[in-house]
């Protein structure tokens, strides 16, 4: 079903770009709102910490450029915004909830493989706030990577197709997104973080059970209990409750 593109976001297709976080960085000086921009191929997505992002043809690579006027760390919870806009359209797609999770901080899992994932870049200060907001977004639409190299313990990569049998081109997955995110984002702007964080648990892979938060410099198991008002991580372990900020997540 064609989705009506939602008001007041632009929206751009590119054949081929670098990054489209990068994209978003040299146009987000001239926008006047914010703008989706999709490339139909990306030579150099990049991924968390600096890790390459492989697009494989007919794969979802977009980002999400927007100038927010508010303070970095309530903007940072965007990531929670994309990732429900992600799995409402992954809902919407394939027709179906069963067998799709959400994993901290911001994966999207379809029968426990890593389908999605998000990138946010912020801009430099401007203010009290940041200058813009990238939110970077690739799906495996029709194929995943090559496991090869993957850490012990991490989620293995998987397609939407592989997985459900439902084929989508980009260009409607943005068409579906967009909708998604937007009803999202006003959520969040009216209503604060709260129902944002409510429905995000709702869909959370192994809350309430054991888990590994892996940093650089450390590495802590314990019971995923929540994740607080500010989107840390919560860990029950031997020593109490810990609120971790940032961290890679094993199972």
């Not at 009290?128 to 090559?146: D, E, Q, R, T, W």
């Not at 006003?186 to 648990?201: D, E, M, N």
């Not at 971790?244 to 094993?250: L, V």
């Amino acid at each position: 079903m064609k989705q009506n593109w939602p008001e007041g976001y632009g929206r751009r297709v590119l054949a081929e770009v670098d990054s489209t976080n990068a994209e978003a960085a040299r146009i987000a000086p001239q926008l006047n709102g914010p703008e989706w921009i999709l490339a139909r191929r990306q030579m150099s997505g990049r991924g968390r910490r600096g890790r390459a992002w492989s697009d494989l043809e007919g794969n979802f690579a977009a980002t999400l450029v927007m100038r927010p006027s508010e303070t970095p760390d309530r903007v940072a919870l965007r990531s929670f915004v994309a990732a429900l806009a992600l799995f409402d359209t992954l809902a919407a797609v394939t027709g179906r909830v069963e067998g799709l999770a959400l994993k901290w901080p911001n994966d999207v899992l379809v029968n426990g493989g890593k389908v999605a994932g998000i990138l946010l870049e912020g801009g430099g200060v401007s203010g009290a706030g940041m200058s813009h907001i990238a939110i970077g977004i690739g799906v495996n639409l029709v194929s995943a990577p090559n496991p090869e190299g993957l850490e012990t313990g991490a989620v293995r990569p998987v397609s939407l197709m592989s997985e459900t049998g439902v084929e989508v081109d980009p260009e409607t997955f943005l068409d579906y997104l967009a909708v998604a995110f937007a009803t999202r984002e006003t959520q969040f702007v009216t209503y604060g973080f709260a129902p944002i964080r409510t429905a995000w648990l709702d869909r959370a892979a192994r809350l309430g059970e054991v888990i590994t938060a892996r940093t650089a410099h450390q590495c802590r198991t314990g019971v995923f209990e929540t994740v607080d008002n500010a989107g840390n991580l919560v860990l029950k372990t031997p020593k109490g409750a810990e609120a971790i900020p940032a961290a890679e997540i094993f199972f």
